[in-house]
Structure formats: structure tokens, C-alpha cells
């Protein structure tokens, strides 16, 4: 089992920046590549990021460049940097845990790849 416990949401204005982390615990975390999810009201779930065993990260095409990943594996710690949040943003983020090992975008865009789940961090940009 893999534990994973998001940090790092709030209440915040429009522009400002926000970066989210996701510490990982019960199995080796550089075994296994992470995502992150997130779902607004009234939607389903998306993807959003992800990295690889090897730090290869991919990305959803909505959000060009306001988004960075990345991992700490002396940490157990994956984390998304926000940049020029707008109220669009607004929603639970996951983190998730992919044990598998895959080339492509195509691995990690599918919340159905993923093994273990966090219970999300809120964020929420206000106008």
C-alpha cells in the first residue's frame, strides 16, 4: 500500500502562485510514477501532470507552461507549481501513484492507470 497526503491548497487571488505537495509513504517511493488530478465542481476528474520513474514529465495541453512538476525522492515528495492561478483553477487536486512503467502521455492521462490516491488539497482562486 502507498500512502499519499496532499498539502498546500488555500484560498487565493487571481495571479498569484500556489505550489501543492504530495508526500508519499509505505512503499519505495522511486518506484513509482505521479500524477496529478484535479476535479471542479459539477466535473470529472482530469489530468493535469505527471512525472516518471526517471523524471520525464508530461503535461494536459490546457495548461501551457503555468504548471511545473516535480519530485524529491529523498523526500517522498512529488509537487505541482501553480503560476497565474485564475478562478478557472479552482478545484480538489490529487496526487495519484503509478507503479507501472510507460513511455508516453498516453500512460498517465487516465485516472484508471493509477493505484493509489490521495483525498486532494482544495484550491480556490478568487476574483
Known amino acids: 500500500q502507498v500512502q499519499l497526503v496532499e498539502s498546500g491548497g488555500g484560498l487565493v487571488q487571481v495571479g498569484v502562485s500556489l505550489r501543492l505537495s504530495c508526500v508519499a509513504s509505505g512503499r519505495t517511493f522511486s518506484n513509482y510514477a505521479m500524477g496529478w488530478f484535479r476535479q471542479a465542481p459539477g466535473k470529472e476528474r482530469e489530468f493535469v501532470a505527471a512525472?516518471?520513474?526517471?523524471?520525464?514529465?508530461y503535461y494536459t495541453d490546457s495548461l501551457p507552461g503555468r504548471f511545473t512538476i516535480s519530485r524529491d525522492n529523498a523526500k517522498n515528495t512529488v509537487s505541482l507549481q501553480m503560476n497565474s492561478l485564475t478562478p478557472e483553477d479552482t478545484a480538489l487536486y490529487y496526487c495519484?501513484?503509478?507503479?507501472?512503467?510507460?513511455?508516453?502521455?498516453?500512460?498517465?492521462?487516465?485516472?484508471?492507470?493509477?493505484?493509489?490516491w490521495g483525498q486532494g488539497t482544495q484550491v480556490t482562486v478568487s476574483s
Open positions: 495519484a501513484a503509478d507503479a507501472a512503467h510507460c513511455i508516453g502521455l498516453g500512460c498517465y492521462k487516465h485516472r484508471d492507470e493509477y493505484d493509489y
Open positions: 512525472i516518471t520513474q526517471s523524471g520525464s514529465t
